[in-house]
Nanobody
């Protein structure tokens, strides 16, 4: 069974930094696009940053210039470096990845999420 496990969340003051990690485990052929999303109570989950298998990145306007998404294929791990954090970045952060399972099959998997709280 393929799983994603996030870590690195926590409480930080405004202007501070955090680095989220998302480690994949299980049996799969390869990882395709991966991304970070966030959600606050009562709101829909929103896309934060996406990275393709080739390394192309896309960011939400609200985090451009502050957040950096990266991946380590050898370690099957996705990262999100978050700098200059603002109170409005407070949310539960989730990672998502599409896995190639072989024979043309793909599977989209979500992690359980990690909480990021930014105090003013």
């Amino acid at each position: 069974q393929v799983q994603l496990v996030e870590s690195g969340g926590g409480l930080v003051q405004a202007g501070g930094s955090l680095r989220l990690s998302c480690a994949a485990s299980g049996s799969f052929f390869s990882m395709n696009a991966m991304g970070w999303y966030r959600q606050t109570p009562g709101n829909q989950r929103e896309q934060v940053a996406i990275i393709s298998s080739g390394g192309t990145t896309t960011y939400a306007d609200s985090v451009k210039g502050r957040f950096t998404i990266s991946r380590d294929t050898a370690k099957n791990t996705l990262y999100l470096q978050m700098n200059s954090l603002k109170p409005e970045d407070t949310a539960h952060y989730y990672c998502n990845a599409e896995f190639s399972m072989g024979w043309g099959a793909t599977r989209s998997v979500w992690g359980q999420g990690t909480q990021v709280t930014v105090s003013s």
